[in-house]
């Protein structure tokens, strides 16, 4: 008993020591400071288009599904089903196409030199007033002209 008293006594009296130690002072926060911070400045080297696409494969069933339902109205016996597997592939080829047709978005991948010298490439969907040249920051993950 005396053993588990005196090493409750010890852990108390260790922990009033570190809590001691402890800061609790806070830096004061500075509302609308904007660092000059070199690693989120920079300028813009290059400006490439990409198309991204981002087929699901619906298209694809979806066409395959009417092209295979079509191509069974067709004849009958072995030629039926000719019809069938050629309305089925050529359907999801053609709804394939008309989904990625349909999806394809642009976006930009753009290259920039920052002052700290790195080099990062960022991917936005859009550039608006962004061109070759221009002095940029880096926010979030987007560039804005500074």
């Given at each position: 008993?005396?053993?588990?008293?005196?090493?409750?006594?010890?852990?108390?009296?260790?922990?009033?020591?570190?809590?001691?130690?402890?800061?609790?002072?806070?830096?004061?926060?500075?509302?609308?400071?904007?660092?000059?911070?070199?690693?989120?400045?920079?300028?813009?080297?290059?400006?490439?288009?990409?198309q991204a696409?981002?087929?699901?494969?619906?298209?694809?069933?979806?066409?395959?599904?009417?092209?295979?339902?079509?191509?069974?109205?067709?004849?009958?016996?072995?030629g039926r089903?000719?019809?069938?597997?050629?309305?089925?592939?050529?359907?999801?080829?053609?709804?394939?196409?008309?989904?990625?047709?349909?999806?394809?978005?642009?976006?930009?991948?753009?290259?920039?030199?920052?002052?700290?010298?790195?080099?990062?490439?960022?991917?936005?969907?859009?550039?608006?007033?962004?061109?070759?040249?221009?002095?940029?920051?880096?926010?979030?993950?987007?560039?804005?002209?500074?």
């Open positions: 008993m005396k053993r588990s008293t005196t090493l409750a006594a010890a852990l108390f009296a260790g922990v009033a020591v570190l809590s001691g130690c402890a800061s609790t002072s806070q830096q004061p926060q500075q509302i609308g400071y904007i660092s000059n911070d070199s690693s989120s400045y920079g300028t813009i080297d290059s400006i490439q288009v990409m696409r981002g087929s699901s494969g619906a298209g694809a069933i979806t066409g395959g599904l009417i092209g295979g339902l079509l191509g069974n109205q067709v004849g009958s016996g072995g089903t000719a019809a069938t597997v050629a309305g089925a592939v050529g359907g999801a080829m053609v709804g394939n196409n008309v989904e990625n047709a349909r999806d394809a978005k642009q976006e930009y991948q753009i290259s920039v030199r920052m002052d700290n010298g790195d080099y990062r490439t960022v991917q936005q969907d859009s550039v608006y007033d962004l061109r070759v040249g221009n002095r940029v920051r880096l926010i979030d993950g987007r560039l804005y002209r500074y």
